[in-house]
C-alpha cells in the first residue's frame, strides 16, 4: 500500500505540472474566462485567418440530441475566414448554451451566422429568437434576410450584458414554430469594467438617467471617424471589436476633410479614457469640417444611421484635439436628431491638454412611427458662432452607437427589408434560362481559377523585390519609368512649391491626403501637389497603382501625371493643375453660378471620352476606373473634363475570361449594385457609375440625400422612377427647365437610364454612351435635326 500510495503522489505532481494548474491559487484571483466557439466542430481547435483560436462547441450545448452538425455547402469569396462560418450547428427545438462567468463582470456576447445550405435545409426558412441572461437578443430573425437586405455574406450582433449573479449563462436559441435554427460562432469575453461605468443623459429629459451599468445593450455601428478599417486584431487592450470607416454613413456631399495627427504629436490615454474605450489609432486621425469658415458656417457635417424604432440608444462620440492647444480655438455644437445635445463643445477645455482623448455619451429615444421597420439616428456638428471661437470648424474621431434594452427586456428589432433594387434584381436573375446560368457559374469558375493563379505569382514576384523596385512588376524598369513620362520629384522640390506644404495652399482633401496649388521649374508651372500623411502606411497600393497606370497614359480626357516623390516616408503625386477644380462643385451645394446645359453635355462627352480610352484603348488590356464620380472628374481652365484619381484601378479581364473577381472598393451612391453583390467588376460597372454622374448633371443633386423621404433618397430610384412615368419635370435641376431642347432631353435621360441597368449585360459599352452624348449635343446645337 505504501508503494502505491507514492506512485499515485508522484502521477498527481507531474498532472499538476504538466498541466499549469496552481493549486495554491484561488479561483478568484484566476483571469476570467474567454469562450471563444466554433459552432458544429469536433472536439479539434481551429485557427481563423487572424489566428485566433477557436474550440468546438460540443461541451456546452444542451441537449445534445436537440441539434446536428453541418458544414456550409457553398463559400462566398468575402468570407473574411473559414472559421468559424464554414461549419453550422443546427436546432430543430430549444436548445441553450451554459457558460461559468464571473458573477460581478459584464460580458461581451457575440454571435455570428453565415446563411448558407447547410445539408438539405436552406437558411432562407430559418427563423429563430435568441435569448441570453434573460434578455431577448433576437425574435424571429432570419440571418439570410438581413444579409441580404445589407448586401453581406454574413452577419455578426455584439450584445454586451448586464453580470450574471448565478455565475452561469445561458444563452437560449429558439426555432420558430416549423423552423429551424443555426449558428456558426460564439463569443463570450468579459468586459473591463470602465467601458459602461457612467450613466448617460436622456436628451430633452435632463433630470432621467439611462443606466449603462445595469442595462444590456446591442452594438449597432462602431465606426472610425476620418480613419481606416481596423481589423478585431488591431483593436486596443484585445477586445476584438472591429471599427469601420464613416464614409458610407455621411450626409450627401458634406464629407469635410480628413486628417492625422502630426508625428510630433503623442496621442495618450488618461485615467479618464484609457485603452479599454478605444485604441489610439481612432483617436490619431479626424474629420473636420474644411478650412473655409465661410463655408463651415453654412452647412452641418453629419452621419446617418438606420436603426430600430421604439428603443433608447446611446450615441458615444470620441474626440482628441491634435492640431490646436488653446480653449476657445475650435468650439462647436453638437446635435442628434435636430436635438443640441451639447452646446459650445470644445475639445481642448473638456481634456485639458492637447493628444488627450475624451468621449462623451448621449441617449436619445427614437420613437416607432406607424410600425416602421427602420428609423435613423442623426449626428450633426456645427461652429458654435456666438462663442467667437479662432476656427469655425468641428472634430470628430470615433463613434458608436448601442441600443438599450427595452422595459420588457427586449433589444430585438424587426428583420431589414431588401431594398426594391435587391429585388427587383433577383427578380430579373430568375428570368435568365438555367443553361445561362450553367454557363456563368462555369465562366466565373474559370476566371476566377485564372485571377487566383495571377494573384499568387504576382505576389511571389512581389515579396522578392527590394521596395523601391515595385515599378519592375510589370516589367518596367524605375529608370525607363521616368525618363519616359513620369518624373522623379526630390523633396526640396516639393516643398519649394508650396512654400514648405503651406494650409493657405490646400485646395482639396480627399482620402489619399491633402492636395496643394503649387508650382515646379522654380515657379513656371502651376501643378496639383497631392500628399499622402506622410506618419501613415495607408495608400501606399493606390500610390503606386496610380503611378503605374498614369505614367503609361496619355489622353486629353484623363489628368496627366507630371511626377512624383517618394522619399524620406513622403507619397506625393504631381498632377496637371486644373483650374476649374471638380465638376460637383460647379452643380449643387455650391455659390457657383450653375452651368449651362451645352457645356454640361461638352463635360460629360470628355469624360466619356476619356474612360472609353481607359475601356478600349489605354493598353493590351482594359483598364477599369472603379471610382467614377463627379469629383474624380476635373475641369481645366478651359472647361474641359478630365478624369483622375486612378488609385482604384484594375486592369480588366481579358479575352478568356468575364469579370475580374475583386474585393469591393468604390463610392456609395455610385457602386455598381451587381458588383457590389457579386464581388464580379467589369468595365460595366464604370458605365454604371458614369450613369449615376449624368443624373447628377441632369438633376444638379448628390447621388444620395437621406434628407429626403425613401423614395427620393437615393437619386437613381427616384430619377428611374419618375422617368418610368414620364414625369421627367420633377427631377430635372431647376436652373435647366425650359432651356433644354426636349429631344436632347429625351434622348440624355434615355442614355442614363440604360447605364443604371440592373445587370451589366443590360448597360451599353461606353462607346455607346459616348456617340449618344455626342448627337445630344447636336440636337442642342442644332433645332433644325428631326428624330
Known amino acids: 500500500m505504501n508503494c502505491t500510495y507514492q506512485i499515485l503522489l508522484l502521477v498527481l505532481y507531474f498532472y499538476l505540472a504538466n498541466n499549469s494548474i496552481n493549486i495554491l491559487s484561488a479561483p478568484s484571483e484566476s483571469k476570467p474566462i474567454s469562450y471563444i466557439l466554433s459552432c458544429g466542430t469536433s472536439g479539434q481547435d481551429d485557427i481563423d485567418s487572424d489566428g485566433r483560436k477557436w474550440s468546438s462547441d460540443v461541451n456546452f450545448v444542451s441537449p445534445s440530441g436537440n441539434s446536428m452538425t453541418s458544414k456550409a455547402l457553398s463559400q462566398e469569396s468575402s468570407l473574411p475566414s473559414t472559421v468559424p462560418y464554414m461549419n453550422a450547428r443546427i436546432f430543430t427545438s430549444n436548445s441553450s448554451y451554459n457558460f461559468i462567468v464571473p458573477t460581478k463582470t459584464r460580458l461581451w456576447l457575440r454571435l455570428h451566422f453565415y446563411p448558407s445550405r447547410y445539408n438539405n435545409l436552406n437558411s432562407s426558412k430559418a427563423y429563430f429568437s435568441v435569448i441570453g441572461n434573460g434578455f431577448t437578443l433576437l425574435k424571429n430573425f432570419s440571418a439570410f434576410i438581413t444579409a441580404k437586405a445589407l448586401t453581406q455574406a454574413y452577419i455578426a450582433r455584439e450584445f454586451s450584458l448586464p453580470p450574471v449573479e448565478t455565475g452561469d449563462l445561458s444563452v437560449a436559441i429558439v426555432p420558430f414554430d416549423g423552423s429551424h435554427a443555426f449558428i456558426n460562432g460564439i463569443e463570450v469575453i468579459p468586459m473591463p469594467d470602465d467601458i459602461f461605468q457612467y450613466p448617460a443623459t436622456l436628451v430633452g429629459y435632463s433630470d432621467y438617467t439611462v443606466d449603462l451599468h445595469s442595462s444590456s445593450l446591442q452594438t449597432m455601428f462602431r465606426i472610425n471617424v476620418g480613419g481606416q478599417f481596423i481589423a478585431p486584431n488591431d483593436d486596443s487592450g484585445g477586445l476584438k471589436r472591429t471599427w469601420f470607416d464613416d464614409s458610407p454613413y455621411l450626409l450627401g456631399a458634406a464629407f469635410g476633410v480628413t486628417s492625422n495627427a502630426d508625428k510630433n504629436v503623442r496621442i495618450r490615454y488618461s485615467n479618464d479614457v484609457t485603452e479599454d474605450i478605444a485604441p489610439l489609432e481612432v483617436y490619431s486621425t479626424a474629420r473636420t469640417m474644411g478650412p473655409d469658415p465661410n463655408v463651415n458656417r453654412n452647412y452641418n457635417l453629419t452621419w446617418v444611421f438606420r436603426v430600430d424604432p421604439g428603443f433608447i440608444y446611446v450615441v458615444r462620440l470620441h474626440f482628441c484635439e491634435f492640431d490646436f492647444t488653446k480653449v476657445n480655438q475650435r468650439v462647436f455644437d453638437i446635435f442628434v436628431n435636430n436635438q443640441t445635445v451639447q452646446s459650445g463643445a470644445d475639445v481642448i477645455a473638456w481634456a485639458g491638454s492637447k493628444g488627450l482623448p475624451v468621449y462623451k455619451d448621449y441617449a436619445i429615444h427614437v420613437e416607432d412611427q406607424s410600425g416602421a421597420s427602420d428609423s435613423e439616428i442623426w449626428v450633426a456638428l456645427h461652429p458654435n458662432v456666438s462663442a467667437n471661437p479662432e ?109 514648405n506644404f503651406d494650409e493657405s495652399k490646400v485646395i482639396g482633401i480627399g482620402g489619399f491626403g491633402k492636395v496643394y496649388k503649387g508650382t515646379i521649374d522654380y515657379g513656371a508651372t502651376k501643378v496639383a501637389i497631392k500628399r499622402s500623411n506622410p506618419n501613415s502606411h495607408q495608400g501606399v497600393k493606390e500610390f503606386h497603382t496610380e503611378i503605374q497606370l498614369l505614367s503609361k497614359l496619355r489622353h486629353q480626357h484623363l489628368v496627366s501625371l507630371i511626377g512624383f516623390c517618394e522619399e524620406n516616408g513622403e507619397m506625393i503625386l504631381v498632377y496637371d493643375y486644373m483650374a476649374n477644380g471638380t465638376l460637383r462643385e460647379h452643380l449643387y451645394n455650391t455659390d457657383k453660378p450653375p452651368l449651362p446645359w451645352k457645356k454640361r453635355l461638352e463635360i460629360a462627352i470628355g469624360a466619356a471620352k476619356g474612360l472609353h480610352y481607359l475601356h478600349t484603348g489605354a493598353a493590351k488590356y482594359t483598364i477599369i476606373h472603379r471610382d467614377v464620380k463627379t469629383t474624380n472628374i476635373l475641369l481645366d481652365e478651359n472647361w474641359v473634363s478630365k478624369v483622375s484619381d486612378f488609385g482604384l484601378s484594375k486592369t480588366g479581364p481579358n479575352l478568356d475570361q468575364t469579370h475580374v473577381h475583386t474585393m469591393v472598393k468604390g463610392s456609395f451612391g ?100 459616348l456617340r449618344n452624348l455626342e448627337f445630344c449635343l447636336q440636337l442642342e446645337e442644332n433645332t433644325d435635326i428631326q428624330l
Open 391 to 499: 476656427h469655425y470648424d468641428a472634430i470628430l474621431n470615433g463613434l458608436e452607437v448601442f441600443k438599450v434594452n427595452d422595459t420588457n427586456g427586449t433589444l430585438a428589432g424587426l428583420n431589414p427589408e431588401p431594398s426594391a433594387l435587391l429585388v427587383n434584381a433577383e427578380e430579373h436573375e430568375k428570368e435568365l434560362s438555367p443553361s445561362r446560368s450553367r454557363l456563368g457559374r462555369l465562366l466565373g469558375g474559370v476566371a476566377g481559377g485564372i485571377f487566383g493563379c495571377a494573384v499568387v505569382a504576382m505576389i511571389f514576384v512581389f515579396v522578392r523585390r527590394k521596395r523601391n523596385d515595385w515599378l519592375l512588376i510589370n516589367g518596367d524598369s524605375h529608370a525607363s519609368t521616368i525618363s519616359g513620362h513620369c518624373r522623379c520629384f526630390a523633396l526640396w522640390e516639393i516643398k519649394q512649391g508650396t512654400n
Open 670 to 769: 455610385y457602386l455598381d449594385p451587381e458588383y457590389y453583390r457579386r464581388q464580379q467588376l467589369t468595365e460595366k460597372s464604370d458605365v454604371y457609375s458614369f450613369g449615376v454622374v449624368l443624373f447628377e448633371l441632369l438633376c444638379g443633386r448628390p447621388p444620395l440625400k437621406r434628407n429626403l423621404c425613401r423614395e427620393q433618397a437615393c437619386l437613381v430610384d427616384w430619377a428611374l422612377h419618375c422617368l418610368r412615368k414620364g414625369h421627367v419635370n420633377e427631377i430635372i435641376d431647376p436652373s435647366l427647365m425650359g432651356k433644354v431642347n426636349p429631344w436632347c432631353l429625351e434622348i440624355f435621360a434615355e442614355a442614363a437610364q440604360k447605364c443604371v441597368s440592373d445587370h451589366g449585360s443590360d448597360r451599353p459599352s461606353m462607346g455607346d454612351v
